[in-house]
């Protein structure tokens, strides 16, 4: 028997890369796919034929029969949704049983009063910011934040074990309640008090829907792997969004690079022996924060237009602007990434000239290849650009990489020159089949 290869799917830049249709095309050579952080900010679609679909909260290779799906203790998840979520892939045919999904009974669950303050906390700080700088994260409002801090805080969190006994889960939810519905009226929410008896109720029947599913996903991931399954971890949201290593405080609550992955399954490193860095062939980002290259002229509404960049998960606008190179060269360098897919490559088609950024200019003078993971001072980074010769003609139909225009192949080739990185994958469309895959061209 071969070893297997056990890969990782990250995003370089700041989510919404297309990492849904590099893990459903991966899936094909994997047994086990792992979500190890984030929970329904995340939204990852995959299009097979004219099926759409948008995933939050499953892991994308649930769509392929026979695998292994398991959302990781490093997870938080929103039950509510998840059920929902789970109904509606059902509803188009697809089974979801104890066998094909598996959730860590140490995931932290996302409560109401979760979303509740984080969508308060936003209107709290985006009011105090008017004509002052901003303090709103322009978070997707599904309570990230909040669920996290509960698991550091740790006396308040909730696990998805604890949805399996009522009777302790009322104990808990009754003193629970009682500080929530105290914070929640100084964020100035204009609700009844939280009610135990109705939380626990209603938590306790989504703990009994899911309680086939609901195991101890350390041991299940470590017995899995000493058995010769190959291993596919998904990131959600992306290296730039990390709490840790992204654009602070711009950024969601875990760590969604690759160092997420021990953490958030109980596997210890190195986890992936491939690590699939993706980036978009220009740049988006949903939310506030800084963007060094983004363009707020014609060239950003083009770019949205034709890559129709509107958020999978609340449907917002999606920032756009041209590629980042310093910031994808450090993604790349924490996430260790081994090679690079360069998804929608598509939506550039038809600009006379493309812009790269591969280093940043300083208010003192001085220029720098290095990213600045620190929301202050990366606003005052000012690209220096690059410009390339664009193509005319569209490229979605092409099927063989060395048949791309030659200005494509060539920004392609700089982009590798940049990164030092080979891209192993180029999309031109959404759909699994508009892959380009293979090295050189
Ligand atoms: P994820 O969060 O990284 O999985 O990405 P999203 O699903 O949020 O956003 C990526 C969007 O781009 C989705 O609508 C995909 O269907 C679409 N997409 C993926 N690859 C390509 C591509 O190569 N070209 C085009 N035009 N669209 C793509
Ligand atoms: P996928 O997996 C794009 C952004 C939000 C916000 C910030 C914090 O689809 O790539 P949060 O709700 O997590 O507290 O929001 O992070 N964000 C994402 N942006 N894609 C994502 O996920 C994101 N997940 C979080 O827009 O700016
Ligand atoms: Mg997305």
Same mark, same amino acid.
């Given at each position: 028997m071969s070893t297997p290869r056990h890969t990782a799917v990250v995003g370089? $830049?700041?989510?919404?890369?297309g990492k849904g249709k590099v893990v459903d095309l991966l899936t094909a050579k994997h047994d086990v796919i792992v979500r190890y952080n984030g929970g329904a900010n995340a939204g990852h679609t995959v299009v097979i034929g004219d099926e759409k679909y948008a995933l939050h909260l499953?892991?994308?290779? /649930?769509? *392929?029969?026979?695998r292994t799906c398991v959302i990781g203790n490093g997870v938080v998840v929103d039950p509510e949704k998840l059920l929902q979520e789970i109904e509606g892939i059902r509803e188009r045919g697809i089974a979801i049983t104890p066998d094909n999904l598996l959730i860590s009974d140490r995931a932290h669950v996302v409560m109401p009063y979760h979303k509740e303050h984080d969508a308060a906390l936003e209107r709290v700080l985006s009011s105090a910011a008017e004509g002052g700088?901003?303090?709103?994260? +322009?978070?997707?409002? !599904?309570g990230i934040g909040p669920t996290y801090a509960d698991k550091i805080h740790r006396s308040l969190a909730i696990r998805m074990?604890?949805? !399996?006994?009522e009777d302790h889960l009322l104990e808990r939810l009754k003193v629970i309640c009682a500080i929530r519905s105290r914070e929640l009226t100084a964020l100035g929410v204009d609700a009844p008090p939280l009610d135990p008896h109705e939380l626990a109720g209603r938590f306790a029947a989504y703990g009994q829907q899911l309680r086939e599913h609901i195991t101890d996903t350390v041991y299940a991931l470590h017995d899995l792997r000493n058995e010769g399954r190959s291993l596919l971890f998904e990131g959600a949201n992306a290296c730039l969004l @990390? /709490?840790? =290593? +992204?654009?602070f405080p711009y #950024?969601? *609550?875990?760590?969604?690079?690759?160092? +997420?992955i021990p953490a958030g399954t109980g596997? *210890?490193?190195?986890?992936?022996d491939d690590v699939v860095g993706i980036m978009k062939a220009y740049t988006t980002r949903v939310g506030a924060g800084p963007f060094p290259?983004?363009?707020?002229?014609a060239d950003g509404e083009r770019i949205r237009e034709r890559g129709n960049e509107? +958020?999978?998960?609340?449907?917002r606008p999606r920032r756009c602007g041209w590629l980042d190179l310093v910031a994808v060269r450090y993604s790349a360098m924490i996430c260790g990434a081994t090679s690079i897919a360069c998804m929608l490559? @598509? #939506?550039?088609?038809?600009?006379?000239e493309l812009k790269i950024c591969s280093s940043y200019r300083l208010p003192d003078g001085s220029i720098t290849d290095r990213f600045i993971p620190d929301a202050r001072r990366l606003l005052d980074a000012e690209p220096i650009w690059e410009t390339l010769p664009g193509w005319?003609?569209? /490229?979605?139909?092409?099927? @063989?990489?060395?048949?791309?225009?030659p200005e494509a192949i060539r920004y392609l080739d700089r982009i590798e020159e940049i990164l030092?990185?080979? /891209? =192993?994958l180029v999309s031109v469309?959404?759909?699994?089949? $508009?892959t380009l895959e293979g090295t050189r061209c």
């Open positions: 370089l $830049q700041w989510g919404d890369e499953l892991p994308s290779g /649930i769509l *392929s029969g026979g700088p901003g303090l709103s994260i +322009g978070t997707t409002k !599904r074990g604890e949805l !399996r006994d @990390d /709490i840790d =290593h +992204g654009t #950024v969601t *609550s875990s760590n969604c690079s690759t160092l +997420g596997l *210890s490193a190195p986890c992936a290259t983004e363009d707020n002229g509107y +958020g999978t998960t609340t449907g490559l @598509d #939506v550039l088609s038809g600009f006379d005319a003609d569209e /490229i979605d139909a092409i099927e @063989d990489r060395a048949d791309l225009p030092g990185i080979p /891209i =192993h469309g959404p759909e699994r089949t $508009q």
